[in-house]
């Protein structure tokens, strides 16, 4: 507020003249430091320099001044020196004061508190509120904190609620509207180039741009020649066993321009088998395959029709031979056999306690007299 003040006053003062007030002091001080001595007057040597209306004034006041003839210079200075007396006085300043300060304070109510926006010096503090918001200054700042919050725990665990919540109203309410985009599948096409990626689910990793390419010579476009010629030419790459070409390339820094360099490389191969030399002098050489044995199951142990047939015969001829055994009772059930010893045992199970008492008239009597003997079923 001090400074809207004084900016506003220095603009009254600029508007008639230029006269500071150490200016306007220095005008009404003398000169000379002995003004009654009777020696030759002389100025002091620590003296300022004599003032000049004229400096005080910027550029266009005072081309305005020296177009004025010397009686309207002097007015000119009268005036401005009255001027600047009634601007300064204590009254003028305190009505001017209080006239700005109520302006600027009718001003601030009026006009709403504006939030800061995104890119502009103040720091706009986002709340817990506004966590997971598209625009974050919706929700506004925090309270502030009394001590009455949740533990660092809770609110992570009440993120984690958050969390899944979201997933949930996913999957209820946008999940299903994928079946309208559902296509009918559709087998793909035989291409005889195969290409393999590698992913590591975002994670920075080396090989992540890494491309292998795979494709069988027979399902080229060659004739048995060219075929030839071309295994000669991929050398080490072909594996006779399964008849694949299997290629890889790492050496660009994403995976479409390692593609497209196994593909154009491909062209490269067919056309040199094509058109180049047939190298037929070179021999094939497989010495790179590990070859492995494949047993093979012998023709004779493999069922055929017929024996097939018999085998299924005599499964048939088993099953019937044993209900006929179990109709006539000759198949003894374990079960039942059981169950019958065990009845059998609990009958006739006696429990019989060592005889070392002797009873006479209902009272025992000698050293082993300690129990009764009785008979247990």
Not at 13 to 25: A, H, K
Not at 194 to 213: L, M
Request: glycine share 6%; with cysteine; hydrophobic share 35%.
């Amino acid at each position: 507020m001090a400074s809207t003040m004084h900016t506003l006053r220095l603009t009254a003062q600029r508007s008639t003249c230029r006269i500071t007030p150490r200016s306007r002091n220095r005008l009404f001080q003398p000169a000379l430091t002995c003004p009654f001595s009777t020696t030759t007057r002389r100025n002091a040597p620590d003296s300022p320099a004599p003032y000049s209306f004229r400096d005080s004034l910027d550029s266009s006041n005072r081309a305005f001044y020296d177009s004025l003839s010397p009686e309207d210079r002097i007015q000119y200075e009268q005036d401005a020196i009255k001027l600047d007396e009634y601007m300064t006085s204590p009254a003028v300043e305190a009505r001017l004061n209080a006239e700005v300060s109520e302006a600027a304070y009718e001003v601030l109510s009026r006009t709403p508190r504006e939030r800061p926006f995104p890119g502009s010096n103040e720091r706009f503090k986002s709340g817990l509120m506004a966590m997971g918001e598209i625009n974050e200054m919706d929700s506004g700042e925090d309270e502030v904190f009394e001590g009455d919050d949740m533990s660092s725990i809770a609110h992570g665990e009440l993120e984690q609620h958050r969390e899944l919540r979201a997933y949930a109203r996913i999957a209820a309410w946008e999940m299903p509207l994928l079946s309208k985009l559902a296509k009918p599948f559709e087998p793909p096409t035989t291409t005889p180039l195969r290409f393999r990626y590698t992913d590591y689910f975002g994670e920075t990793h080396p090989a992540r741009f890494k491309i292998v390419c795979e494709f069988s010579p027979m399902d080229l476009p060659l004739t048995p020649a060219q075929r030839l010629t071309l295994i000669k030419l991929v050398g080490v790459r072909y594996d006779p066993q399964r008849d694949l070409v299997r290629m890889s390339c790492e050496m660009f820094e994403t995976q479409a321009q390692n593609k497209r360099y196994l593909g154009d490389l491909v062209d490269t191969l067919i056309k040199e088998a094509k058109e180049g030399e047939a190298f037929e002098d070179v021999p094939v050489d497989f010495r790179h395959v590990k070859w492995q044995d494949r047993k093979e199951f012998p023709e004779g142990w493999k069922l055929s029709g017929g024996k097939r047939e018999a085998l299924e015969e005599r499964r048939r001829e088993r099953e019937r031979k044993e209900q006929e055994r179990v109709a006539r009772g000759q198949i003894v059930d374990g079960v039942r056999v059981i169950e019958a010893a065990m009845k059998a045992a609990r009958a006739e199970e006696r429990v019989e306690i060592p005889i070392g008492k002797r009873l006479l008239g209902g009272k025992e009597k000698g050293p082993m007299a300690k129990g009764r003997q009785r008979l247990v079923r």
